[in-house]
C-alpha cells in the first residue's frame, strides 16, 4: 500500500531551508574576516537525509506502524525545527530545544603579548573550528589584548541575543554557551539595571556587576562562560554543576589564557590545555581553579560513627516506607 508523503515532504523542506548570507559581526574596530553564514551543517543535514528515509519507508510501505511513523516525524520535525537555520522558528518551548541549547560555541583568548591585526584573524580562523556548534551568528570582541568569540545557536530571543553580551556601559563582556533557566526569576533582583536583549544569558553581566565573582551558584542551568571585566582587566571563566556545557582550557606560550568549547580551537596554539572541570570558577585575580558548587552532600568527611549495619537496614526500611505509604492507598 502506498501513502503519500507530500505533506511532510513540505515540513522538512520549510526545516532544511538555507540562508545564505552572513558576516562576522559585534567587531568592535571592524573587519576582518568575512565567513559564509551557514545552513544546517554537514551532520545535521546527514541525519536529516537518514530520517527521511527511514520516515519515508514506514510511511509508504507498512500500513500497520502507521501510527508509529507518524510519531516518529512529528518527534523529528519538531527536533529539525528546533535546529532550523532561520532562528524564528525556534521557540524555548519544548523539550529537544535542550539538546539544542546546548549547541553554541565560545572562544577566549586573554592577555596575549601579540595584539596585531595577524592575530585577530588567528582568532577569528580559530572560532570558525567551531562553526558547526553555532549556524545564527558569529561574533567576536577584542578588548586590547583579549579576545571574546561566539558562535550562535540562538534559542532565547532569537532576534536580540547575539553575543558577546554587556553590562549597560560595556566594561563587562560576556560569551556563553547554553541556557540560564532561572534568568526571569534573576531579572527580578536586578531592577536597577538596563538590560539590553531579552537574552537568558545576559543576567551574568549584570550579576558579576552586583554580587562580583561569587555570584555563579545564584544560577540554575547549564552553561560555560568567560566574563572579562575591563575596568580592572580580569576574567572568570566557570561550567556548570555537572559539565552538562562543554569547556577547555589553555595557556599560550606568550602567557595567554585561553578557553574553548571544543579542544580543536586551543589545541594548536596552546602550549598545554586541560578539561575545565565541572563545577569550578576560573578567577585570574584569585589566580586558579576554585569549585563553586558545593552541595552539603559533596561533604567528603568520613563520618566518625562507626558501622551499624542493623541501624543502616532500618534508616533503608524507614525511606522505603516514606516513599511507598502513598502507594498503599492507591492499592486498599
Ligand atoms: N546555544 C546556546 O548556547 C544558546 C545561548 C543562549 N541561551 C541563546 O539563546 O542564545
Not at 152 to 173: C, F, H, M, W
Request: charged share 20%.
Amino acid at each position: 500500500m502506498i501513502h503519500h508523503s507530500g505533506f511532510w515532504e513540505i515540513y522538512i523542506a520549510v526545516g532544511i531551508r538555507q540562508d545564505s548570507k552572513g558576516s562576522w559581526a559585534g567587531e568592535e574596530d571592524g573587519g576582518a574576516g568575512k565567513c559564509p553564514k551557514s545552513t544546517i551543517d554537514t551532520v545535521a543535514r546527514n541525519s536529516t537525509v537518514t530520517h527521511l528515509k527511514l520516515s519515508f519507508v514506514l510511511l509508504n510501505f507498512y500500513p500497520l506502524p502507521r501510527l508509529v511513523s507518524f510519531i516518529y516525524l512529528y518527534i523529528y520535525i519538531s527536533f529539525l525545527l528546533n535546529l532550523s537555520p532561520d532562528s524564528s522558528k525556534r521557540e524555548n518551548k519544548s523539550c529537544f530545544t535542550t539538546a539544542a541549547a546546548a549547541m553554541c560555541g565560545i572562544l577566549a583568548v586573554l592577555g596575549c603579548s601579540d595584539t596585531s591585526l595577524a592575530k585577530r584573524s588567528r582568532i577569528i580562523e580559530l572560532s570558525r573550528r567551531l562553526r558547526h556548534r553555532g549556524p545564527d551568528w558569529s561574533g567576536i570582541h577584542c578588548y586590547q589584548d583579549c579576545y571574546l568569540a561566539h558562535q550562535r545557536l540562538a534559542i532565547v530571543d532569537p532576534t536580540s541575543g547575539d553575543q558577546p553580551l554587556y553590562n549597560e556601559d560595556k566594561s563587562i563582556i560576556v560569551t556563553v554557551n547554553g541556557e540560564i533557566y532561572n534568568h526571569e526569576e534573576l531579572r527580578t533582583k536586578l531592577v536597577s539595571h538596563q538590560f539590553r536583549t531579552g537574552s537568558d544569558c545576559e543576567v551574568i553581566a549584570h550579576l558579576y556587576e552586583d554580587y562580583g565573582e561569587d555570584f555563579v551558584d545564584m544560577l540554575d542551568g547549564m552553561f560555560s562562560f568567560v566574563l572579562l571585566d575591563t575596568r580592572d582587566k580580569s576574567f572568570i571563566a566557570a561550567r556548570d554543576a555537572i559539565g552538562i556545557t562543554p569547556l577547555y582550557m589553555g595557556w599560550g606560550l606568550d602567557g595567554s589564557v585561553w578557553f574553548a568549547s571544543e579542544m580543536k580551537a586551543l589545541s594548536d596554539d596552546c602550549e598545554r590545555f586541560i578539561s575545565f572541570p565541572p563545577g569550578h570558577i576560573y578567577s585570574s585575580k584569585k589566580g586558579g581553579l576554585q569549585r563553586w558548587y558545593n552541595p552539603l552532600w559533596f561533604s567528603e568527611c568520613i563520618p566518625k560513627t562507626t558501622y551499624d549495619p542493623i541501624a543502616l537496614r532500618q534508616a533503608f526500611e524507614e525511606v522505603h516506607g516514606f516513599f511507598l505509604f502513598p502507594c498503599y492507598f492507591c492499592i486498599a
